[in-house]
T-cell receptor
Framework: ETGVTQSPTHLIKTRGQQVTLRCSSQ?????VSWYQQALGQGPQFIFQ???????GRGNFPPRFSGLQFPNYSSELNVNALELDDSALYLC????????????FGPGTRLTVT | DQQVKQNSPSLSVQEGRISILNCDYT??????FLWYKKYPAEGPTFLIS?????DKNEDGRFTVFLNKSAKHLSLHIVPSQPGDSAVYFC???????????FGQGTRLTINP
């Protein structure tokens, strides 16, 4: 059984640029959630995708957007990067929406300079 | 508004002794609670969970206790082992909600 994978591992971008992060969900899981973890904090929910549709969103501005593909992999896109967007971005998959237990990937460390 | 709080940023315990990690929450509608463990450069790993209809759940060396009246849960690790050294997050969820609400984490260090 393949776990959740994310790419890239690390990324450095300049303020104002755009970034795309990628996630492959665990085999058999059709729901993907994205979280932002700032230094010294717990993960914060960005949004969730189920069957290629956004299925819940946290308190993040519209410049954070996502996609889910038919194979259940997912992308997180962030436009007009700000310095405060520097964080670890975590992808989590679950067997179906409404499942409490989510399984996390290793994350992508984004640094905005 | 921090709905889930872990007030101890760090905890140091001797190997073989009991580790107790605490978590408080404010939203009485939360109906499911989870503990995750995180090593450096890895994502959080699910450890153990408890439904709000229970007050205790046990899995090997790990036991989670839930006190709904106090809005408090705790994770007990007995006996503590060096491999338990990690950051522990508690998380809570609402039925039908998509998100997990996490605490800030507690760094547990097990000393030989």
């Amino acid at each position: 059984e393949t776990g959740v994978t994310q790419s890239p591992t690390h990324l450095i971008k300049t303020r104002g640029q755009q970034v795309t992060l990628r996630c492959s969900s665990q085999s058999g899981h059709n729901t993907v959630s994205w979280y932002q973890q700032a230094l010294g904090q717990g993960p914060q929910f960005i949004f969730q995708y189920y069957r290629e549709e956004e299925n819940g969103r946290g308190n993040f501005p519209p410049r954070f957007s996502g996609l889910q593909f038919p194979n259940y992999s997912s992308e997180l896109n962030v436009n007009a990067l700000e310095l405060d967007d520097s964080a670890l971005y975590l992808c989590a998959s679950s067997l179906m929406t409404g499942d409490y237990e989510q399984y996390f990937g290793p994350g992508t460390r984004l640094t905005v300079t | 508004d921090q709905q889930v709080k872990q007030n101890s940023p760090s905890l140091s315990v001797q190997e073989g002794r009991i580790s107790i990690l605490n978590c408080d929450y404010t939203n009485s509608m939360f109906d499911y609670f989870l503990w995750y463990k995180k090593y450096p450069a890895e994502g959080p790993t699910f450890l153990i969970s408890i439904s709000s209809i229970k007050d205790k759940n046990e899995d090997g060396r790990f036991t989670v206790f839930l006190n709904k009246s106090a809005k408090h849960l705790s994770l007990h690790i007995v006996p503590s082992q060096p491999g338990d050294s990690a950051v522990y997050f508690c998380a809570a969820s609402l039925q039908g909600a998509q998100k997990l609400v996490f605490g800030q984490g507690t760094r547990l260090t097990i000393n030989p």
